[in-house]
């Protein structure tokens, strides 16, 4: 058997009133959960650089993208007038454009409603609380 020591068992603040002990904690609690905020703001703020460089880069893209499917939207009308009248050949370019703006903006509404909260932060914040409900009862 090992030894009993009874200085193993003393509380740490045994001269501290209930008040004090319960301010420590609020304190402590407090701290915590604003470490979980400065945590979330970091996430957040990582996430939000990230999608500021990629939207840059696609902004870039989509502008030259728009050029060439101007030009290429333009001859491609063009090629049909050779055999049709040309007010029908650039309703044609003109309505095939039309549907695949309709295909894009239904598949970013699919992608935009899957973006999700920083879930690190969250699933930390819910244990937070569990343990704090914990302790009170």
């Not at 880069?57 to 030259?64: P, R, V, W």
């Not at 009308?77 to 044609?92: E, H, K, N, R, S």
């Not at 509404?109 to 914040?125: H, K, S, Y």
């Amino acid at each position: 058997m090992t030894a009993y020591a009874p200085e193993d068992t003393r509380p740490l603040a045994a001269d501290q009133s209930l008040g004090k002990l319960f301010g420590v904690l609020s304190r402590e609690l407090t701290a915590m959960m604003n470490a979980h905020i400065e945590l979330a703001k970091v996430e957040v703020r990582d996430e939000a650089t990230n999608a500021v460089r990629a939207a840059g880069m696609f902004g870039g893209a989509a502008i030259t993208a728009l050029f060439a499917l101007l030009l290429f939207s333009f001859a491609a009308a063009w090629g049909l007038a050779v055999v049709m009248p040309t007010g029908f050949a650039f309703l044609i370019v003109g309505a095939v454009w039309a549907i695949a703006a309709a295909v894009l903006a239904a598949t970013a509404r699919t992608r935009a409603a899957q973006v999700e909260p920083p879930g690190n932060t969250i699933d930390a914040l819910k244990e937070d609380v569990e343990w704090v409900r914990q302790r009170r009862s």
